[in-house]
Protein backbone atom coordinates (compact mmCIF):
# COMPACT_ATOMS: atom_id res chain seq x y z
CA UNK A 1 0.00 0.00 0.00
CA UNK A 2 2.76 2.39 0.79
CA UNK A 3 4.05 2.15 -2.52
CA UNK A 4 0.85 2.56 -4.22
CA UNK A 5 0.17 5.68 -2.10
CA UNK A 6 3.73 6.93 -3.76
CA UNK A 7 3.03 6.14 -6.98
CA UNK A 8 -0.71 8.00 -6.61
CA UNK A 9 1.28 11.14 -4.79
CA UNK A 10 3.72 10.93 -7.58
CA UNK A 11 1.03 10.94 -10.75
CA UNK A 12 -1.01 13.48 -9.11
CA UNK A 13 1.63 15.82 -8.25
CA UNK A 14 2.97 15.37 -12.38
CA UNK A 15 -0.90 16.08 -12.88
CA UNK A 16 -1.22 19.06 -11.25
CA UNK A 17 2.30 20.17 -13.41
CA UNK A 18 0.20 20.17 -16.13
CA UNK A 19 -2.66 22.03 -14.60
CA UNK A 20 -4.76 18.81 -13.80
CA UNK A 21 -5.60 18.78 -10.33
CA UNK A 22 -6.73 15.33 -8.82
CA UNK A 23 -9.07 15.96 -5.78
CA UNK A 24 -8.42 12.37 -4.50
CA UNK A 25 -8.11 9.02 -4.95
CA UNK A 26 -9.06 5.49 -4.25
CA UNK A 27 -6.77 3.01 -3.28
CA UNK A 28 -8.38 -0.90 -3.06
CA UNK A 29 -6.58 -3.41 -0.88
CA UNK A 30 -7.14 -6.81 -0.40
CA UNK A 31 -5.85 -7.35 2.98
CA UNK A 32 -8.13 -6.46 5.97
CA UNK A 33 -5.78 -6.51 8.21
CA UNK A 34 -3.19 -3.90 6.59
CA UNK A 35 -6.81 -1.74 5.97
CA UNK A 36 -7.19 -1.57 10.14
CA UNK A 37 -3.79 -0.90 10.61
CA UNK A 38 -3.66 2.04 8.66
CA UNK A 39 -6.92 3.25 10.32
CA UNK A 40 -6.09 2.62 13.78
CA UNK A 41 -4.13 5.13 15.58
CA UNK A 42 -2.69 2.42 18.52
CA UNK A 43 0.36 0.37 17.12
CA UNK A 44 0.68 -2.47 18.46
CA UNK A 45 4.62 -4.31 18.88
CA UNK A 46 4.43 -6.66 16.25
CA UNK A 47 3.71 -3.91 13.98
CA UNK A 48 7.21 -1.69 14.81
CA UNK A 49 8.46 -2.62 11.43
CA UNK A 50 5.97 -0.80 9.45
CA UNK A 51 4.99 1.84 11.51
CA UNK A 52 7.12 4.65 8.75
CA UNK A 53 4.53 3.09 6.10
CA UNK A 54 1.52 2.89 8.26
CA UNK A 55 1.98 7.14 8.91
CA UNK A 56 3.08 7.81 5.45
CA UNK A 57 -0.25 6.44 4.28
CA UNK A 58 -2.69 7.42 7.08
CA UNK A 59 -1.53 11.29 6.58
CA UNK A 60 -2.66 10.63 3.23
CA UNK A 61 -5.95 9.40 4.13
CA UNK A 62 -6.46 12.22 6.98
CA UNK A 63 -5.59 14.77 4.59
CA UNK A 64 -8.18 13.36 2.28
CA UNK A 65 -6.11 12.26 -0.86
CA UNK A 66 -6.60 8.26 -0.27
CA UNK A 67 -9.50 6.58 0.15
CA UNK A 68 -8.64 3.14 1.47
CA UNK A 69 -11.54 0.56 0.63
CA UNK A 70 -11.22 -3.31 1.12
CA UNK A 71 -11.88 -5.85 -1.57
CA UNK A 72 -13.59 -8.80 -0.66
CA UNK A 73 -12.45 -12.31 -1.40
CA UNK A 74 -15.28 -13.10 -3.96
CA UNK A 75 -13.95 -9.43 -5.69
CA UNK A 76 -10.32 -10.22 -5.84
CA UNK A 77 -9.78 -10.68 -9.52
CA UNK A 78 -6.03 -11.87 -8.93
CA UNK A 79 -7.53 -15.32 -6.69
CA UNK A 80 -7.91 -16.42 -10.47
CA UNK A 81 -3.96 -16.66 -11.04
CA UNK A 82 -3.10 -17.86 -7.04
CA UNK A 83 -5.91 -19.83 -5.63
CA UNK A 84 -7.99 -23.23 -6.95
CA UNK A 85 -11.12 -22.02 -7.10
CA UNK A 86 -15.41 -23.29 -7.59
CA UNK A 87 -15.97 -23.69 -11.16
CA UNK A 88 -18.62 -20.79 -11.39
CA UNK A 89 -16.20 -19.03 -9.50
CA UNK A 90 -13.45 -19.15 -11.95
CA UNK A 91 -15.78 -18.98 -14.95
CA UNK A 92 -17.33 -15.43 -13.73
CA UNK A 93 -13.59 -14.20 -13.00
CA UNK A 94 -12.91 -15.05 -16.70
CA UNK A 95 -15.58 -13.18 -18.10
CA UNK A 96 -14.65 -9.96 -15.48
CA UNK A 97 -11.19 -10.23 -17.09
CA UNK A 98 -12.58 -10.00 -20.43
CA UNK A 99 -11.08 -13.38 -21.44
CA UNK A 100 -11.50 -15.66 -24.82
CA UNK A 101 -10.80 -18.85 -25.73
CA UNK A 102 -8.93 -19.10 -28.62
CA UNK A 103 -9.75 -22.53 -29.47
CA UNK A 104 -13.36 -22.73 -28.69
CA UNK A 105 -14.96 -22.62 -32.36
CA UNK A 106 -17.25 -19.97 -33.01
CA UNK A 107 -21.01 -20.09 -32.66
Known amino acids: ?5 CELTWIATLLKSFQIHIPHASLFCGNQSATYLVSNQVFHERSNHIEVDC ?8 AGFIGLFHVRSINQLADIFTKALHVSVFKAFIVKLGLLNIHQPPS
Open 1 to 5: MASAT
Open 55 to 62: HFIRDKVV
